[in-house]
Structure formats: C-alpha cells, structure tokens
C-alpha cells in the first residue's frame, strides 16, 4: 500500500468521494431506497471491504446498479412486494455473491471464465442495462421530458468533451447541472404538470421541492419513511420470485469485480488473481450487510479506479478517508433530503443515458474478447435468452409463481449455450455464419466459426 503525507491523502480521499458520489446517489433514487442511508453504507462497506482484501486491492464500493433492473420487475409485481422484499432479495444475493467469493478463492479465477465465460456475462449485463428502458420512458423522463433531454446533453458533452477528472465526475455534474436548470425554470416560468414517480395522474408542482430540506436537521441518524411507506432503516423480508429476479445481477457483479480487479492489477503490476475471491467475496458480503439495515447493494467503482489511473496513486489510505467523509455526509439527513429532492427530469436525463451505458457495457465484454458471431454456439445459444430478458416474456407456474424477465433470460442464456457449446457438428452453422461474415464460402477449414469457410 502507498503511503503518502496525510494532507495529500485527504487531498486524494476527496477526490474520490466526488468520483463515486453521483452515481451513489442516483441508483438507490431509482430504486426507491434512501440515498443517504446509501452514501453512509458505502463508507462503512468499503472499510470492510478493504480490511478482507488485505488492502491488497484499493477500490471504493458505491452503489451497483447491477440490481436495478431487478429491483423494478420486483416493485412491478403486486403491492405486497414493498422496500423490506426488495432488501431481502438483495440480501441473499449479497449472500451468493459471497459463496462465489469462497469459491473462486480456493478453486481459482479460471473457474468464472469456466462457468460464465466472456459471450454468457456480455449477454446478461446486456439484458440487465437494455431491460430498464421502459423505468425511463414511463417514470422518469415523462416528469419534465425537456430538463431530461438537456441534462442527457449536458451528460453526454461532460463524459466526452471534458478533460482528466471531470469527465469521470459527469454524472455529478450533470446532477447539478439538471438541478439548477429545474430551479431556474421554477424561477422563470413556474410550476410544470405533469405525472409523478408513483402518481396516476398528472397535478401541477415546482421541479424542486425543499420543504423537505428545510424540515430535515442537520446531525443525526438516517430517519423517516420510503415513497411506500417502510422505514428507511428496515429489516428485511423474502419472497423466492424476488429472490430469482435479482440473482442474474450476481452474475453481473462477478463480472464486474473481475474486470476491476484487473484493471487494478494492471495499473500496479501486481498478480492479484490470488486475491479475486476475496474481493468478490467482500462485495458480497458488504451487499448482504448494507441490505439487513435497508440499504442499496454495492459494487466497486470504475469512477475511482479511473482517479488512479490519472493521479497513479494507489493508496488504500485515500479509499478510508474517503469512507470515513460518506458516513459523516450519512449522518447529515439534510444533505440526504437535498439529494431526495432530485427532480424527476434530471433522473430522466442521467438514467437514459446510464441504462444504455450498462447495456453496451454487455457488447463491450464481447468486443474485447473476440466473440465471434458467425458461430452459431454464440449467436443462437445466446438470442433468446436476451430477447426473453428485454422483452419481458414470461414462464407461470401454476397460480403463484411466473418467472419471466431478467431471471428468464439469464437462465436460457446460461442453460442455451452451455447445451451446444461444443458441440456443432460438421458443417453446422451455416445459415449464421454467413449472416455474419457475408463473404462466407465452404472448403477451407475455421476452427473459430464452428465449422469451414473459404474466403
């Protein structure tokens, strides 16, 4: 672990308390859960997290988005399914989440690559980020469509255009952005109508409201109750259909560990393979814990690998000071009203762009690992199970269990491509091959696609 002088740690702890701090936030927003009890959790999650890790592996754990999609197919299935079944869902999957941890530490990391190879793990992360887009289209950007396509701009200019650190922080700033915008419209043309999070039925209000800001103290533990009526800090319930639906997120945190942990890896040019369980493992548990107390499910973040990328500072010093400047910021409730009165547009505006961003995160694991599409074990044994995920079709049970969705899609997306992964006899595979390479001629053997082609 590096060591540096402590003015500049806490220089580098603040740094990276605004690289995670936006998307902190914004997911437990979406997910119905508080976002202050969230940004205190982070703290003591990635105390925890670094303390398993031996401090072997410097990450800070913000909110995942891994279980959003999840979260919102539980909400969407009758009134029962309120936060407590949404936690108690997350909490398990935390929980298996750390069993995988166990497991890769003593068998090794190739089992993942073995289990969940790189065409099965783009394709759910895929449906995962592409099944949200309706939580848009019909929540949030109906709530003031203009404020959420200028902060979408505005987003999009900051993640691209700006130079270094800023372009890392862009959904920070596009929160600020979309909040001053709304409070300028508030000022200059009024209230706006419209529809909102959980109403039927349009009424005219402010795109910002404070009046819970200024009820709210300034010290004291997270409080009060969710837009469904539980408790903030609650205890969790369990409901086996919403268990199913969130565990397709486990494969996505997996995925998303590893990939971490590489980068991390790179950048120091340790061999931290040896410490891969632990860190999936560690994010587990985390989850599992944040969870029991009503908090959002964590993950570790690009944005701060990314500021160790750019200050090449690798210090496990900066991530506690960090977590400790998050617990004090959740021990604040009127900072966490400030940020519960994000309004509806500005949501529109960073989700449209954040679910698409998960989405093609899925084709980006595809590109970097060659997946061929012209081998028909890639294409076909992965199509259903991503148009069953996105589209929302479903499998019933009976009178009382439907399985449908995200935990569809990633069951046939596994079960599929495991039943013909190699096994393509000769000369099969014809018909995708050449959909995906249309110079495709028989005669010259390519082991890549599955059978023989000529060009």
Not at 105 to 112: P, W
Not at 246 to 257: F, S, T, Y
Not at 299 to 305: D, G, K, Q, S, V
Not at 357 to 364: N, R
């Amino acid at each position: 672990m590096q060591r540096l002088p402590w003015g500049k740690t806490i220089g580098l702890g603040a740094q990276h308390v605004v690289a995670m701090f936006g998307a902190t936030f914004v997911f437990p927003l979406v997910m119905g859960l508080d976002a202050n009890l969230a940004i205190m959790f982070s703290g003591f999650c990635t105390i925890l997290f670094l303390l398993i890790v031996q401090n072997r592996v410097p990450s800070y754990l913000g909110t995942s988005a891994s279980f959003v999609a999840s979260v919102a197919a539980i909400r969407a299935l009758d009134e029962g399914n309120d936060s407590s079944y949404v936690t108690g869902a997350i909490l398990v999957g935390g929980l298996v989440l750390a069993a995988v941890g166990v497991l890769v530490h003593f068998a090794g990391a190739h089992l993942i690559h073995r289990i969940l190879p790189p065409a099965v793990t783009g394709a759910v992360v895929m449906l995962i980020g592409f099944n949200l887009a309706p939580v848009v289209a019909g929540i949030y950007w109906p709530q003031d469509q203009w404020v959420a396509l200028a902060t979408a701009a505005f987003m999009v200019f900051a993640a691209v255009m700006l130079p270094g650190f800023w372009s890392r922080i862009a959904v920070f700033l596009a929160l600020v952005f979309g909040y001053l915008l709304s409070w300028l419209l508030d000022l200059t043309f009024g209230p706006i109508t419209s529809v909102l999070g959980g109403a039927t039925e349009a009424t005219e209000h402010d795109r910002v409201s404070w009046a819970g800001v200024e009820a709210a103290s300034w010290i004291g533990l997270p409080s009060g109750t969710l837009a469904d009526g539980v408790s903030v800090v609650h205890g969790p319930s369990f409901s086996l259909t919403a268990i199913l639906l969130v565990l397709p997120g486990v494969i996505a945190l997996v995925a998303e560990n590893t990939g971490h942990v590489k980068a991390v890896a790179e950048m120091t040019g340790e061999d931290l393979d040896p410490y891969m369980g632990r860190a999936i493992g560690a994010d587990g548990l985390a989850t599992a814990f944040a969870s029991a107390f009503g908090g959002s499910p964590t993950t570790t973040y690009a944005e701060n690998i990314g500021v160790m990328g750019a200050t090449r500072v690798y210090s496990s010093a900066a991530y506690y000071v960090a977590a400790l400047v998050a617990i004090l910021l959740g021990l604040c409730p009127k900072f966490g009203a400030v940020v519960n009165a994000t309004p509806g547009g500005v949501l529109g505006g960073i989700t449209v762009v954040l679910y698409g961003m998960i989405g093609l995160v899925g084709a980006k694991i595809w590109v970097e690992n060659n997946i061929d599409f012209g081998n028909p074990v890639n294409m076909v044994g992965l199509s259903a199970g991503i148009i069953a995920g996105i589209g929302g079709v479903t499998l019933t049970f009976g009178d009382d269990f439907e399985l449908g969705g995200i935990a569809l899609g990633t069951i046939l997306v596994i079960v599929f491509f495991h039943m013909v992964k190699g096994r393509t006899g000769t000369g099969a595979g014809t018909v995708t091959r050449n959909m995906s390479h249309p110079d495709y001629d028989e005669g010259v053997d390519d082991a890549a696609s599955g059978g023989t082609h000529k060009r």
